[in-house]
């Protein structure tokens, strides 16, 4: 396998070239240390003799779908849990992909140990396990209006943390009285999707981190199959005028929904300042720690693995709670999509928990 770019350059460090690659895709800093973290882990695997399967050193740009095979043979046997190995496998194979498709490599090693894996990644790993009473007492000691709209918002709607980033003034819809209009001097109006359909979140499928955007080059991407209109419920509702009311002046002629009250004063929330702001509410109850894992620490996605939990638990409704969290579209999405007034919303309404 070769190691140069497709410009013939000498590739010294692959590993590098990708991670600073994401770093132009936008990719955040955590996403960028948790590659490398599974990278380098690779990397000193097969620069052990006595592991791989040819009994010497090789290179990244050398490895075999066997040497791969044989890593992932490691990690099972190392006592990784299942969803980590695939996690794990899954990176190595975006990795692999992601060289091969700008020509660094000459192919990748890693598809056939995916097609050949048992495994898939368990987006819903065993998880802490947290009461609605529970939540509410949680949420009543957050009490800051923007860390509080953010909480309820993620609780209420089960969005990605990047889709919430991305939300902008337009997205949002209230009632005749909203506040939007005192706050963007009636420059900003909601997108045409939302008219008739009451209070309301659009969220796009279509923003990507490194795009520019309504004027703004974002940071996040969001990953829904196709857009989809959320109701806002009367308790969001309460959150989001409240942060309103008291939102500074936004940096970004996008006009995001969520800004900065802190350092970044007026700057647009990135996944890494949500992320923080959960995890600083969360360490305070007990519910995170450093170098904890997903089945113990509460982080931004908890938030969206509660909201499918309770949802679809409260409605047996699998369709409604998909379409809401963004994971169908096509044919499925447009039977919502078309019948959302006295279908998704009704249903929503009926069975979204009470956070107050």
């Not at 695939?86 to 498709?101: C, D, E, G, I």
């Not at 998880?127 to 609780?155: C, G, K, Y």
Request: proline share 5%; charged share 25%; with cysteine.
């Amino acid at each position: 396998m070769s190691a140069e770019t497709a410009e013939g350059e000498a590739l010294e460090d692959p590993i590098a070239y990708f991670l600073q690659d994401m770093t132009y895709h936008g990719k955040s800093e955590r996403t960028r240390d948790a590659y490398e973290r599974v990278l380098r882990r690779f990397e000193a695997f097969l620069s052990d003799p006595s592991t791989t399967p040819s009994g010497s050193q090789t290179s990244v740009a050398e490895a075999t779908h066997r040497d791969c095979m044989a890593w992932i043979h490691s990690l099972r046997r190392s006592d990784v849990a299942d969803s980590t190995v695939a996690t794990y496998a899954s990176y190595l194979h975006r990795f692999y992909a992601y060289l091969a498709q700008v020509g660094a490599f000459e192919s990748n090693p890693m598809t056939l140990v995916i097609e050949e894996m048992d495994e898939r990644i368990d987006t819903n790993p065993s998880r802490r396990e947290i009461s609605l009473p529970d939540m509410r007492d949680f949420l009543a000691t957050v009490t800051h209006p923007l860390d509080h709209a953010v909480v309820t918002a993620l609780l209420k709607t089960g969005m990605r943390v990047g889709e919430l980033c991305n939300l902008d003034l337009r997205d949002l819809a209230l009632d005749d009285d909203t506040p939007i209009d005192a706050v963007s001097n009636g420059i900003v109006t909601s997108r045409p999707h939302l008219d008739g359909r009451g209070p309301s979140l659009y969220v796009a499928a279509e923003p990507a981190a490194g795009a520019v955007v309504a004027g703004e080059e974002r940071t996040a991407s969001n990953k829904r199959k196709r857009s989809t209109v959320i109701p806002v419920d009367d308790e969001l509702e309460v959150a989001l005028r409240r942060w309103l009311a008291i939102r500074p002046a936004a940096r970004s002629p996008a006009e995001p929904l969520f800004v900065s009250t802190s350092g970044s004063w007026g700057s647009r929330l990135t996944p890494d300042m949500v992320h923080h702001l959960v995890e600083g509410h969360a360490s305070d109850a007990g519910w995170h720690r450093s170098g904890g894992g997903a089945e113990e620490n509460v982080t931004p996605h908890y938030f969206r693995h509660f909201f499918t939990t309770h949802l679809r638990d409260r409605t047996g409704d699998r369709g409604i709670v998909k379409y809401l969290r963004g994971d169908v579209g096509g044919d499925i999405i447009d039977t919502y999509t078309h019948n959302w007034g006295d279908r998704v919303r009704e249903t929503y309404e009926r069975h979204i928990y009470s956070l107050y």
